[in-house]
């Protein structure tokens, strides 16, 4: 072997491939090189990545009002700005206002370090703001150091977002509201977050105000009541609500000032679209022959923004572009949203009628169909109301309240009285698909369930039914097989009671597309004798297992043992009100699985805070739904 030609050989490709190195690192390092910039209004703009930039002040003394755009064009392309650079805007003595997009995803160190006149500042909710290390744990700062005269500060939506205060803000006591965000956690802060989204932030505004307004004063009479609270006089505090919440957003969240970017001249229509980020794109309606000029001196025009909601956010509706002292126009102007979702969430007058007469009632002691009446709650009277028409579900509804030998069940008959409300307004079902049983015998019950089942017959399995129970429940204390108890019945005499594996196997052989029951009782037992079942809905002892069939899903008051106790400050017993609950704030729209989530969360804490013993809803479903159960909603 000739090792000389070898060692040659190995020579030339050991120089070949540091060339071929070399030219690899020149094509990486160019554009590192050449890197793009552009300077706009005082401010330069790099390009760095494939389509961002970051920005810093090229003219810190010319710095005043600062509005960041979202992007720039360099060489005829457009790029996001994402970064604010190290040292960015450091000693801008005369910078007062500055506001950063939500395209800024990163803050460098000191970027506002010694801005001795900075005011105020807009910001992007979430970012990165480089906190600056110092040197053995001293000299830590954030971003605002030295920023004496900031007084107002807030994220886009949020008041205060929590990059803002926890290294935005670190350690800047001379920022003279920082005592006032230092010590909060994060949960504070989320509970001041404020919202874009008009309706979230007009509707409490105008429910509180109207709802407010048209609440029956302490020494008024019911006629004065009825002639100041009509529906013309509500009307006109209505709009006076949304107006005033309609201005107070857009002064909320309006910018100080916009400016955009001008795009191509559209030569068959006569306009210039206008790009300004998130806010999307206005139109400046320009004659052909003062294009060209309008186009030169873009940088003088100062745009006058119309602003309005649209699509449940704050929007430019037409914009004015002033140049010189002449105006242009936009083509067009677009509509604001209409505001019947908020005027929808006010309670309805006939709600508040129907509150101010059942509490009139409650007052004087008076009955309505020989039923007490309570001073009613929320969910009594504020109940939503469907426009749906939910005709191929029908409900059984039973209340048994005023038992003929034992103790009586508080409020069962309240229960059953709303809940049926709810069935109606909330879940759209029509009245004649609502059968109420109050204070229903043996008889009744068993009329009851073949009434049902002769429907379901009818409907050849296309209808849904709910089954409601409020009452007392009791077990075979041998064979622990559990009953619900009519009210002709002492329970000493299981025949005159209606046993609840019966009720579920007729449900279950319902030809239905879903069954649900909801019992509010619970089948632990009762001392036989007097005092029994006096203050709660049965005692101690563990039901029998009951089987579940067909497509039916079983949610009930209280597991094992336990006792379905009353809520006296409410005047229903604890599930249901919860469950009317939920329902209201709803408005009946949710999934069987959402409805037991809630009702074993809000049960089980009430249960302890208000009577001190355990409650927890308990689930059942037939095996053939698997989990599908919780997924079945009672509403279309």
């Known amino acids: 072997m000739d090792y000389s030609s070898t060692s040659a050989l190995t020579s030339k490709l050991h120089i070949m491939k540091k060339f071929i190195i070399y030219l690899l690192l020149a094509a990486i390092s160019l554009p590192i090189s050449a890197a793009k910039k552009i300077t706009l209004d005082g401010i330069e703009y790099e390009l760095f990545g494939t389509n961002s930039v970051k920005c810093r002040a090229k003219d810190k003394a010319g710095m005043v009002s600062v509005v960041i755009p979202v992007n720039v064009k360099i060489d005829d392309r457009t790029y996001l700005v994402t970064e604010i650079d190290r040292n960015g805007f450091r000693d801008c003595k005369n910078l007062k206002s500055i506001e950063i997009p939500k395209t800024v995803t990163k803050i460098g160190e000191r970027a506002f370090w010694d801005c001795k006149n900075l005011e105020s500042v807009v910001m992007p909710d979430e970012c990165n703001a480089v906190v600056n290390k110092g040197s053995y744990g001293f000299d830590n700062y954030g971003i605002f150091h030295g920023c004496t005269a900031l007084k107002r500060m807030r994220g886009t939506t949020k008041l205060y977002p929590a990059y803002m205060v926890f290294e935005a803000l670190y350690e800047c006591p001379e920022v003279p509201f920082y005592s006032e965000v230092k010590d909060l956690n994060k949960s504070q802060l989320e509970a001041m977050t404020l919202t874009s989204n008009f309706y979230d932030f007009a509707s409490p505004k105008v429910k509180q105000a109207v709802e407010s307004w048209q609440k029956r004063k302490p020494y008024e009479t019911m006629a004065q009541w009825e002639a100041r609270v009509n529906e013309t006089n509500r009307k006109k505090m209505i709009d006076e609500a949304i107006a005033e919440a309609h201005a107070e957003f ?37 004659p052909q022959n003062e294009a060209e000029s309008f186009a030169q001196k873009w940088s003088d025009v100062k745009l006058i923004p119309h602003y309005g909601v649209m699509d449940n956010e704050i929007s430019i509706l037409s914009c004015d572009f002033c140049l010189n002292d002449k105006i ?25 009628k129907e509150y101010e007469q059942l509490a009139e009632l409650a007052k004087n002691n008076k009955t309505i169909e020989g039923q007490k009446v309570y001073e009613p709650d929320i969910v009594d009277f504020d109940i939503p109301t469907s426009q749906e028409n939910n005709t191929n579900t029908f409900a059984v509804i039973i209340g048994n309240e005023n038992y003929q030998r034992v103790s009586k069940v508080d ?26 049983y109050n204070d229903a015998t043996f008889g009744d019950i068993s009329a009851a369930m073949n009434d049902i089942t002769e429907i379901c017959s009818a409907y050849r399995g296309k209808a849904k039914v709910i089954f409601y129970y409020a009452g007392h429940g009791v077990p075979d204390e041998s064979s622990r097989n559990a009953y619900l108890l009519p009210v002709d019945a002492s329970g000493s005499q299981l025949e005159t009671c209606y046993a609840l594996n019966k009720i579920y196997e007729q449900l279950g052989a319902l030809p239905a597309e879903s069954v649900v029951a909801l019992i509010d009782a619970c089948f632990s037992g009762s001392l036989r004798g007097e005092g ?20 039916m899903v079983v949610i009930s008051a209280a597991s094992g043992d336990q006792t379905a106790l009353p809520y006296p400050e409410k005047n229903h017993g604890l599930f249901t009100y919860f469950l009317l609950s939920k329902l209201r704030d709803s408005n009946g729209d949710m999934t069987l699985g959402d409805m037991a989530d809630y009702l074993s969360e809000e049960v089980a804490k009430q249960a302890i805070v208000v009577n001190k013993k355990p409650q927890t809803p308990d689930v059942k479903s037939s095996p053939s739904l698997g989990e599908d159960w919780k997924s079945i909603k009672l509403k279309l």
């Open 411 to 436: 409020f069962a008959l309240n229960d059953s009285r709303v809940f049926a409300k709810y069935c109606n307004r909330t879940l759209g079902i029509p009245e004649q698909n609502i059968r109420v």
């Open 250 to 286: 857009l002064k909320h969240y309006s910018p100080a000032s916009i400016k955009g970017t001008l795009e191509d001249y559209n030569t068959e229509y006569g306009f210039f679209p206008v790009y300004l980020g998130a806010l999307g794109n206005v139109y400046a309606y320009v």
């Open 328 to 352: 242009y126009k936009a083509p067009n102007a677009y509509a604001e949203d209409s505001f019947d979702d908020i005027i929808m969430s006010v309670t309805p007058l006939a709600s508040i």
């Open 532 to 551: 029994m079942l006096a203050s709660a809905r049965g005692i101690r002892l563990k039901p029998r297992e009951n089987k579940i069939s067909g497509n």
